[in-house]
């Protein structure tokens, strides 16, 4: 049996953005050499892992990376926005897309419910802050599938402080940036859950209407335990039987490819699994672990993060998925059999290599068919 693996993977880009345009403000351009050395930089991951559908964001020049990916073998490409432009060549507001080495056969936008966002106290207008991108790709053994790309609200501050104001005294400006910072990070925070609370609801229509397996993908600028993007992962229900409960709710929910990726390493008699080590911090940890043969047995191995902010780290790009990934469900077409963060150029950077690569770690998961 061919095509017996799927390997999907979420790339926050980093401002891709090509000369001689500048990204957000007038002196950021890349070189031609800076330019070649991050198409070099993207091109060598997608030579070196070989997803099948990979699902972008931070992307400013949509035309310039169809070209880059189709040169890897990905004839599928699809964005479903453009970026903004705010001089005759600075750009702000990048895009989301999807590559594939699998037929597209639908596109959409996904449209908030607006009925329903007026209903949770939302402006009647309201809209994602980046268009949420939905391709319909045909998978080997599993027939169409609906993979969802997004880019979720940032924490940044919605309220910035007027820093062309020199006439208040320094206690004064300190207040003022204090209200900003409390105010505008909350907006934030209301956007990006609420971002992802309609989303889930387009995404359980959908799949009551289509019965397409799930993926959805992307930069949510937030860990899902913390409760902000947690109604993601809902998959209880109150005051509903147990016996209908059971019988249809995990066909809508949708499930964190890690944990799927434990439960499968579980089933298969390997807590361990085969994933890959590349942080220090993994490095130490798995030279302690092997000196105790029960530890190793019985300790997981810590999540990557993903992203690193001073001396902070999170996770913030994630795979979702559908019950038919979900090994733990007798009627799964797929297990998640690998997790991977690449996270090289971020722990351990060398500049010639690395220079212009990406803020974020790359998450790819492996797929494979079950016997």
Not at 203 to 213: C, D, F, G, L, V
Request: net charge negative; charged share 20%.
């Amino acid at each position: 049996m061919t095509n017996t693996q799927l390997k999907i993977a979420t790339f926050n880009l980093f401002n891709y953005l090509e000369p001689p345009n500048a990204f957000y403000d007038f002196e950021r351009i890349y070189s031609a050499e800076q330019w070649q050395k991050k198409q070099k930089w993207i091109a060598d991951y997608l030579l070196e892992h070989q997803p099948n559908i990979i699902g972008f964001q931070e992307v400013f020049s949509p035309e310039s990376l169809k070209q880059l990916v189709a040169a890897q073998g990905y004839q599928h490409f699809a964005v479903v926005d453009q970026a903004q432009v705010i001089d005759d060549f600075i750009y702000r507001s990048p895009v989301v897309a999807i590559a594939s080495r699998y037929p597209i056969v639908a596109l959409a936008a996904v449209k908030p419910n607006t009925e329903l966002a007026e209903s949770l106290g939302l402006a009647s207008d309201f809209s994602f802050s980046r268009k949420v991108l939905r391709a319909t790709v045909d998978v080997p053994h599993l027939g169409h599938c609906d993979c969802y790309v997004v880019h979720f609200k940032s924490k940044r501050s919605m309220i910035e402080l007027d820093e062309q104001d020199k006439t208040h005294s320094a206690e004064k400006t300190i207040i003022e940036s204090l209200k900003v910072q409390v105010a505008g990070g909350w907006g934030s925070t209301i956007q990006r859950g609420s971002e992802a609370a309609l989303l889930m609801i387009e995404m359980i229509a959908r799949r009551e209407t289509s019965n397409n397996p799930m993926v959805l993908m992307g930069d949510f600028n937030n860990s899902l335990a913390d409760g902000v993007l947690s109604h993601l992962l809902t998959n209880t229900l109150r005051f509903v039987s147990a016996i209908d409960r059971d019988a249809y709710l995990a066909k809508y929910c949708l499930n964190d490819a890690w944990d799927l990726f434990q439960v499968a390493q579980s089933n298969d008699g390997d807590v361990q699994g085969e994933t890959h080590i590349e942080t220090h911090q993994q490095v130490s940890q798995a030279v302690s672990q092997a000196v105790s043969q029960e530890k190793v047995q019985t300790k997981p191995i810590a999540r990557t993060p993903t992203h690193y902010f001073g001396a902070s780290s999170s996770v913030l790009d994630y795979i979702l998925l559908s019950s038919e990934f979900d090994a733990s469900d007798h009627d799964s077409l797929y297990q998640v059999s690998d997790y991977h963060t690449y996270d090289r150029h971020l722990i351990n950077p060398i500049f010639d290599r690395d220079g212009e690569s990406t803020d974020h770690g790359i998450v790819l998961v492996t797929l494979t068919l079950r016997s």
